[in-house]
């Protein structure tokens, strides 16, 4: 990892957590006067449940929207073999099942030895590739567009 990605990472964790100090101490108030609210989750459990059902489904989804800037708007991994991710309209459809396979072969470098499936959504959220690696044949088979 280069000292330029090393520094933008602690900068923005830096801000993200200035943000969140100073959204928590000045939303305080705002919860008192509404009983019947939910809780809010901290800043930091929700950014770790909108990337993955696992820790390290939740880094990989990370590693995912910080790596395909422009070309991924929302990634999710759900039990270690399902990766989700919503396409930027700045994506060709000629360039999704580049794309698409992509993300399954590094996929399965984080999470070998099983069978994998990137599902691609449109911008608009419409399924559009489902991208599945067999771990026997060492394949990936698409369906969709």
């Known amino acids: 990892m280069s000292l330029f990605q090393q520094t933008r990472k602690i900068l923005t964790a830096l801000v993200l957590v200035l943000v ?25 459990s929700y950014a770790q449940l909108e ?3 696992t ?15 422009g070309l991924v708007q929302d990634a ?3 039990d270690n073999n399902k ?3 919503v396409i930027t309209p700045q994506v060709k459809p000629s360039d999704v099942k580049t794309l698409a396979k992509s993300l399954a072969q590094g ?8 069978d994998l499936t990137v599902l691609v959504y449109a911008p ?3 399924l559009i590739l489902t991208a599945k690696y067999d771990e026997q044949s060492k394949q990936i088979q698409y369906q969709g567009a």
């Not at 969140?20 to 930091?44: E, F, M, R, V, Y």
């Open 124 to 126: 608009d959220k419409k």
């Open 107 to 114: 996929f399965h470098k984080n999470f070998p030895s099983q």
């Open 76 to 78: 999710y991994v759900r």
């Open 51 to 53: 990337r993955g059902s």
């Open 55 to 69: 820790q390290s489904g939740q880094e990989f989804g990370t590693w995912v929207m910080q790596t395909a800037k």
């Open 83 to 85: 990766l989700g991710v």
């Open 20 to 44: 969140l100090t100073i959204t928590t101490a000045c939303g305080g108030t705002a919860q008192a006067t509404k009983p019947n609210s939910l809780p809010a989750l901290s800043g930091n």
